[in-house]
């Protein structure tokens, strides 16, 4: 990696101008020496050839269209397959990176040449609530992401060398239903070829909130996540991480109005793990003791997710 190396910044977009704009500002405005490019991918969406404006010196502002498969995963894969620097980020169109982020990820990802791959903390802002998740740990193997999520490591905070996209562990998986999931299977696939790089300072804020492209989407939700389980077996390997998908399965499906689906996940959930708590809410959900909205609420003001 060159001393000062190029970054491209990839970011999908749909329908979110403001946030959008907001999300490229806060980009361009990073402390980097070397140059910096931010490809944004409009997907299924009319493209803002106004957004180039916003150029300036060693920053600059490209507008494409996904090419790809229709949704994130593909608009995604658009934007890498469109960029030219050495390094490779992301970012939501409704997130913003914080000062400091990537000078921060570019010296981590120096001093660690055998590394692909880079994250860091986040600032999870919901409903007038903000709350930092940060994990206390400096690398993360796939072990440890077969266990947990770790919702931590969320897409806008991706750093990646662009050799490993193209020639290493390889793009983003457009075979993902609706695309959800697809940033979880991505980090699995990374962790298998080296352990990812943890910067443990909250340098993005991610915004949740209503228009939130995967809400209320449960059906989708249960169909990739039933799909990441089939393509990852070594979950089998971990009790309790299995358990926490498809507890998360048994969720969607009770937020659905399927009882009865979400009853026999809920039961597989309890048999591999009975502490897992989501069963439990999938229960409560499909009696009707509780809604699934006013769950997500709860959890989201406390900056996690189902």
Known sequence: MSEHPSVSVVVPTRDRPELLRAAVRAVLDQEHPGPVEVVVVHDRSEP??????????????????????????????SGILAATGELVAFCDDDDEWLPGKLRAQVEALAAAPDAEFVCCGIRVSYDGHTVDRVLPMDAVTLADLLRDRMTELHP?????????????????????????????????????????VNHRTPYVLVRWHKRSYFAQRWDTISEALQWLLERYPEFGTQPAGEARVTGQIAFARAASGDRRGAMRWARHTIRR??????????????????????????????????
């Open 156 to 196: 806008s905070t991706f750093l990646i060398r662009a050799a490993a996209l193209r020639d290493g562990f390889g793009l983003v998986d457009e075979e993902i239903p609706g695309s959800y999931a697809e940033d979880y299977e991505f980090l699995l696939r990374a962790a298998r070829s080296a352990p990812l």
């Open 48 to 77: 803002d050839a106004s957004l180039a404006e916003l150029s300036r010196p060693d920053r600059s502002v490209r507008v494409i269209r996904n090419t790809r498969t229709p949704g994130l995963a593909g608009a995604r894969n």
């Open 273 to 306: 793990n009975p502490r897992e708590p989501r069963a439990y809410l999938a229960l409560a959900v499909a009696g009707r003791m509780v809604r699934a909205d006013a769950v997500l609420r709860t959890l989201h003001r406390r900056g996690r997710g189902i």
